[in-house]
């Protein structure tokens, strides 16, 4: 309807209009550092929105965790901004410390409450991060920090399930994705944040949303309402690009570093065997 693409289309050019990254959550031991650098280093993008939760303050003030990656992360992204990429930081909950320097710059990037990004099609999309509709971090901050404490802990679960799958050849599995598609509490507040979101953004008079907050990448239509979601680089490793035609899509960075491996791997298996003939494995996908 609006030329949007879903994560199951194939990588677009290596260089977007746009790029929405959320919820990186640097200083938390769950990001996944790495694999943002390798995105990053192989796109670029005219425009960069960081929306939200790009550090973790919450976690940083319970212990100080900042490994050479993170800081990569930093330098990656300032360099960017000095090449003139502009960059437009929207703060969210864990990083709500950026919103006391509203309309202030950091090495080229620029901090908003909020912001309106028109597309190359010509579609008003309001960029938020969206813990302010978030009835539990708006009128429950104490249950919300509780919150966070059991989500470390399971990010922490998950991190020793993936080394144990990894010594077994495995890929990265996300633990806290699939308890949210498990547990109905969950999936009715995730599609109630949706439903506040393009309320939200109808009442506004735009296309649609851009959002992050609650690590569910999203792209679809909530009635006329364009409803965005980046994702985030701790359980999903997504991030949300825009083309030259304002195609939106949405990238699942991990699932494409897993169908790279496949794919490798079936190329080594495919190499000429002793006796000069090729073993004929054709190519797989999710």
Known sequence: ???????????????????FLSDIHLGARGCQAEMLLDFLGRYDAEKIYLVGDIFDG???????????????????????????????????????VMRNYLGTHFGGIEVKEKDEHVTAAGLRLLVTHGDQYDVVVVNAKWLAHLGDRAYNFVLWLNTWINQIRRLWGGQFWSLSNWAKQQIKRAV??????????????????????????IHKAELRHIDD???VNCGDWVESCTAIVEE????????????VTRRAR?????????????????????????
């Open 188 to 213: 009715n507040f995730i599609g109630d944040y949706e439903a506040v979101l393009a309320d939200e953004a109808k009442r506004g008079e735009f296309d649609g949303v851009v959002c992050g907050h």
């Open 58 to 96: 919450w976690r940083l003030r319970r212990g100080w965790h900042w490994p050479q990656s993170h800081n990569n992360v930093i330098e990656a992204l300032l360099t960017k901004a000095h090449q003139g990429i502009p960059i437009i930081y929207v703060p969210g909950n864990h990083d709500e």
């Open 244 to 255: 030259q035609d304002g195609t939106l899509r949405l990238i699942d960075w991990a699932r």
């Open 262 to 286: 496949r794919r490798q791997k079936l190329k080594e298996r495919a190499q000429p065997s002793g006796d000069g003939q090729q073993q004929g494995i054709p190519e797989t996908t999710d």
């Open 225 to 227: 309402i364009l409803y």
């Open 1 to 19: 309807m609006y030329g949007v693409m879903t994560k199951t289309d194939p990588l677009p050019v290596p260089r977007f209009r746009t790029l």
